[in-house]
């Protein structure tokens, strides 16, 4: 499968502990995207990377998230000290970045949910 | 928070039946996507427009963006059991793609 792919698919974890995502984005895509997701509402951005530079990051990132793209290839998300409002679908996208953001199509994952009790 | 203004919210329909869902922006977007979730799942990219006023068909489904680029829709011909799922519109501009809250499609039998 030449996907994205993410892990773990599921993370049950008590407050205030840490968290780490990974995502392996598609091989030949240089652009990938974290989002968040709840229930009933459409994916929300909180960073991308070209490469291995992250760009951007969105107000929803606080200091307690952290996004790394070392080599340029696969990223982790990790999270301090967990609250339960971080309880959602995260999930990852990538793309192949055609120049001045047009023309371009994420490809998702089938996301980490993870749940804060 | 969501910029763009999805519906309806949520549709019952019969099988055989057309369906059509909308998205509309106080923004304009240089490129308008569809998605479908399942439940437990990523977003699965359906059609990507990229010039106002085009009009995509993938299978039965067909999606317009609008002259004004700042709206478009989906349509879904002939549904069948397997299109249940959360449809979600999203519109990029510059560096930054905004989704929709989703339409969820049940489709009966």
């Known amino acids: 499968d030449t996907g994205v792919s993410q892990d773990p698919r599921h993370k049950i974890t008590k407050r205030g502990q840490n968290v780490t995502f990974r995502c392996d984005p598609i091989s030949e895509h240089n652009r990938l995207y974290w989002y968040r997701q709840t229930l009933g509402q459409g994916p929300e951005f909180l960073t991308y990377f070209q490469n291995e530079a992250q760009l951007e990051k969105s107000r929803l990132l606080s200091d307690r998230f952290s996004a790394e793209r070392p080599k340029g290839s696969f990223s982790t998300l990790e999270i301090q000290r967990t609250e339960q409002g971080d309880s959602a679908m995260y999930l990852c996208a990538s793309s192949l970045e055609g120049g001045l953001f047009l023309n371009e199509k994420l490809f998702f994952g089938s996301g980490t949910q993870l749940s804060v009790l | 928070g969501q910029q763009l203004n999805q519906s309806p919210q949520s549709m019952f329909i019969q099988e055989g039946e057309d369906v059509s869902m909308n998205c509309t922006s106080s923004s304009i977007f240089n490129t308008w996507l569809w998605y479908k979730q399942d439940p437990g799942e990523g977003p699965v990219l359906l059609i990507a427009l990229y010039k106002a006023g085009e009009l995509t068909s993938n299978g039965r489904l067909t999606a317009q963006f609008g002259i004004t680029r700042k709206d478009s829709f989906l349509n879904i011909s002939a549904s069948i059991p397997s299109d249940v799922g959360i449809y979600f519109c999203?519109?990029?501009?510059?560096?930054?793609?905004?989704f929709g809250a989703g339409t969820r499609l049940t489709v009966k039998p």
């Open positions: 999203a519109g990029q501009s510059n560096n930054d793609m905004r």
